[in-house]
């Protein structure tokens, strides 16, 4: 999560710099003041009112039953809440009904599931690493997931998922409340989603023959409309729009068919709607 989010600030344009004292580094940014947590800590002053803003997991305001408020969330370190045990208490891919032994770090969330499953299994509160408990410390985990591929490591597969938790950005309901303080907040969620966007579209500009133009418009993506304007010597028009990344290997081949000449493609630093 660290990485992804001082990364997001940078293309945001927010520089930071690491003091000596490491939890305590520096914004470019007037009069922030700036320290790192764990989630669950930033979550907990954030309820608390302490802080007015920071980035988080959901899954721990869903565990911490925080009331924050959500400002954006940014897609980034996206995982799955799942349910994994070792296939020696499992039968038919289903936990066997005897009384088993769980650990995780979510014990609020847990507790919830073990209600809804109508189990009554042992908790082990763990503090990190929850995949190596079982299966001499615990018979199954409740933890996040990527890809899976450290739960197969240790010899787990997942009976179900529970969840879905990406990194986002909270507020506090007292920095919310005061004007100043929600209009920086906000200014601040405008400019980081504009990155966001950015990084899921590509500028894509052509030239096109007035003849060509109606066939190429019909086919050019757009977020609302292409810009269009007049090539020198009414040679015909340029028309160019910002474009998902993952429409261009169609988009492409589409265009040049239809007419259009001189693609070209860059990269946008941000998109703000």
């Not at 001499?136 to 197969?152: C, H, K, M, P, Q």
């Not at 601040?188 to 899921?200: E, F, G, P, T, W």
């Not at 990344?245 to 941000?270: C, E, N, W, Y």
């Amino acid at each position: 999560m660290y990485e992804s989010i001082i990364q997001l600030l940078a293309d945001a344009g927010i520089k930071l710099t690491t003091s000596e004292r490491g939890y305590r580094p520096s914004l470019s940014l007037d009069e922030v003041d700036t320290k790192i947590l764990k989630p669950q800590n930033i979550i907990e002053m954030l309820d608390l009112g302490s802080r007015d803003v920071g980035f988080a997991g959901a899954d721990w305001v869903e565990e911490l039953g925080a009331d924050v408020i959500e400002i954006l969330d940014t897609g980034l370190d996206r995982v799955q809440i799942v349910v994994a045990a070792s296939p020696l208490v499992m039968r038919d891919g289903q936990l066997t009904n005897t009384p088993l032994r769980v650990a995780s770090e979510y014990e609020r969330l847990t507790r919830q599931w073990l209600a809804n499953s109508n189990r009554t299994d042992t908790i082990i509160r763990s503090f990190g690493s929850t995949e190596v408990f079982p299966p001499e410390d615990a018979d199954y985990v409740i933890d996040i997931s990527a890809t899976g591929s450290t739960l197969r490591a240790n010899q787990l597969l997942v009976i179900e998922e529970i969840g879905e938790s990406s990194t986002r950005l909270y507020a506090s309901r007292k920095a919310m409340g005061n004007p100043e303080k929600r209009k920086w907040i906000e200014d601040l969620r405008m400019v980081l989603d504009s990155v966001l966007l950015a990084r899921k579209r590509v500028m894509v500009e052509a030239n096109v023959e007035s003849a060509c133009l109606d066939a190429i418009m019909a086919i050019f993506p757009a977020m609302k409309q292409p810009t269009v304007s007049k090539l020198a010597g009414n040679q015909g028009f340029a028309v160019k729009a910002a474009v998902e990344r993952d429409q261009i290997f169609q988009l492409i081949p589409s265009l040049k068919h239809a007419g259009a000449s001189d693609i070209v493609i860059t990269d946008i630093s941000k998109v703000v709607r």
